[in-house]
């Protein structure tokens, strides 16, 4: 596709989902740590709950929010955390919160853990999506007024593209069989490559509730970002690339980095017109690809995550 070899100098014009240009992946980090923050503190001095929809993958953003609450003594005494999914056993119950793979397990140690216990919210407004009362996060949403923000990543797992965008737009919070290219590329990335040791359920919050926020804030900064976030900028809105379904979001931002927002490879008429440049060393003719070889960057390992 044409969009994947948009140079970083034009990533973002003409993009049919807003892009916020960074510099470092910190930079990609603070700003959803601090967009978490001033939502806190705008509702509460107006006496509001803040609702948030929170990953574990992107996980950069939390060290930063962790210090900010404690620094600034800001209460989360009224705040909802409603984590995205969580991964099931084969007979479809959570995994043990113990497992290394365990959401809920992270949110405790990396999270909930490390906030000031004056701060932190009850344990019962930290959620999950619960395999055995799947309602019960949509009628949660309707009850506290619907979700402040969600805050998470861009992927490329999980796709339906045996339904149309509007159907999927429509997916409540359900149980799924994870895709083994999901599985494939998780395992990598959290478990050395054991792939049989690899959840083959989750539980997941739907497109519905997604889509349904008020703010809806994604951040990309690896190698392999650089076509996913074309893609769900400047790609067809389809069910079989979910991000896509962001462009339709009244309030949606994506937040790349240097890294990212490089092209994603050369290509077509533009690739062409690099190769015939003489002087180029071969890592600059596309030779070798970026984080290949060449001098190029060092190649990073994809961010665990479950599948959305």
């Not at 803040?50 to 929010?65: A, D, K, L, M, S």
């Not at 494939?184 to 919050?205: H, Q, S, Y």
Request: net charge negative.
């Amino acid at each position: 596709m044409d969009y994947y070899h948009i140079s970083a100098q034009e990533l973002g014009k003409g993009a049919k989902l807003p892009i916020l240009k960074l510099g470092d992946s910190g930079e990609v980090f603070y700003e959803m740590a601090a967009e978490m923050c001033a939502a806190i503190r705008a509702n509460n001095a107006a006496g509001k709950p803040t609702v948030f929809i929170c990953p574990v993958g992107p996980v950069g953003q939390y060290p930063i929010f962790v210090r900010l609450v404690n620094r600034e003594q800001l209460s989360l005494r009224n705040c909802w955390f409603i984590n995205m999914d969580e991964y099931l056993t084969d007979d479809g119950q959570w995994i043990a919160e113990e497992n290394p793979l365990s959401f809920r397990g992270f949110m405790a140690r990396e999270v909930y853990g490390k906030i000031a216990p004056e701060l932190l919210m009850p344990e019962e407004q930290r959620v999950f999506p619960d395999p055995n009362d799947l309602g019960r996060i949509p009628a949660l949403i309707e009850e506290l007024g619907g979700v402040d923000t969600i805050l998470g990543g861009v992927g490329c797992n999980e796709p339906q593209p045996e339904l149309t965008a509007e159907q999927f737009a429509q997916l409540p919070t359900r149980v799924l069989d994870i895709h083994p290219e999901t599985r494939a590329t998780n395992c990598v990335g959290d478990l050395g490559g054991a792939l049989e040791d690899m959840p083959r359920k989750c539980v997941t919050i739907g497109m519905k509730e997604i889509l349904g926020a008020r703010k809806l804030r994604l951040g990309v900064f690896r190698d392999w970002h650089r076509a996913v976030c074309r893609r769900a900028a400047y790609g067809e809105v389809t069910a079989a690339f979910p991000a896509t379904l962001a462009q339709n979001h009244p309030d949606a931002l994506l937040y790349v980095n240097a890294n990212a927002a490089q092209t994603a490879y050369w290509g077509g008429r533009h690739g062409q017109l690099l190769l015939s440049e003489k002087r180029l060393r071969p890592v600059e003719r596309g030779l070798y690809p970026p984080g290949h070889g060449g001098g190029g960057r060092a190649h990073h390992r994809p961010e665990p995550r479950a599948p959305q």
